[in-house]
T-cell receptor, first 113, second 116 residues
Framework: DPKIIQKPKYLVAVTGSEKILICEQY?????MYWYRQSAKKPLEFMFS???????DNQTASSRFQPQSSKKNHLDLQITALKPDDSATYFC????????????FGPGTRLTVL | GDSVTQTEGPVTVSESESLIINCTYS????????LFWYVRYPGEGLQLLLK?????QKGSSRGFEATYNKETTSFHLQKASVQESDSAVYYC?????????????FGKGTSLTVIP
């Protein structure tokens, strides 16, 4: 069974619209993250949350807003979408004290037309 | 700053040949970084392949190995004999030395295709 679920797998949006990317983890972790990978670029860190609190934000734009309604949920709301937002968005989680690695979801591929 | 540079892909190798994917890192804000190789198979998320948290040590998994070389700031991934099932995208990553909520730094990924 998948331990980190991301929905949807693929998403197509029009410029100016708003979308929410869903992430749920069933690993019992208390830290969650969002990363983004655009074409021919490295995975880029966006946000980190610990116990549902924002710990770090490396995203320059306020159009990206993470939302944590439950400890194991970290959704990503993106408003006023632009073609440059087209990328694959990965959710990840970790648990301090249980290892140094982060665990990743399968990603949501977003295309903005 | 902190960053990771790895072999530009795509890389194509014949089955049973050897493989090396280069990875070098820069860790200016992390005193004792941890190093990782992740792999992404088609349609799946990133999976941890191996990790090394101590300089000078070697990590290995599924026939792959990588040595954490602090002097050359490198963490090259090697395999003596690849299989078709190794076709995937490989990511080198740099992480903090604690287990908190800090972000990782990734390379661009190297797409590997193994020809039978």
């Amino acid at each position: 069974d998948p331990k980190i679920i991301q929905k949807p797998k693929y998403l197509v949006a029009v410029t100016g619209s708003e979308k929410i990317l869903i992430c749920e983890q069933y690993l019992g972790h208390n830290a969650m993250y969002w990363y983004r990978q655009s074409a021919k670029k490295p995975l880029e860190f966006m946000f980190s949350y610990s116990y549902q609190k924002l710990m770090d934000n490396q995203t320059a734009s306020s159009r990206f807003q993470p939302q944590s309604s439950k400890k194991n949920h970290l959704d990503l709301q993106i408003t006023a979408l632009k073609p440059d937002d087209s990328a694959t968005y990965f959710c990840a989680s970790s648990h301090p004290g249980l290892g140094y690695e982060q665990y990743f979801g399968p990603g949501t591929r977003l295309t903005v037309l | 700053g902190d960053s990771v540079t790895q072999t530009e892909g795509p890389v194509t190798v014949s089955e049973s040949e050897s493989l090396i994917i280069n990875c070098t890192y820069s860790a200016t804000s992390i005193a004792y970084p941890n190093l990782f190789w992740y792999v992404r198979y088609p349609g799946e998320g990133l999976q941890l392949l191996l990790k090394v948290i101590t300089a000078g040590q070697k990590g290995s998994s599924r026939g792959f190995e990588a040595t954490y070389n602090k002097e050359t700031t490198s963490f090259h991934l090697q395999k003596a004999s690849v299989q078709e099932s190794d076709s995937a995208v490989y990511y080198c990553a740099l992480g903090p030395s604690n287990t908190g909520y800090q972000n990782f730094y990734f390379g661009k990924g190297t797409s590997l295709t193994v020809i039978p």
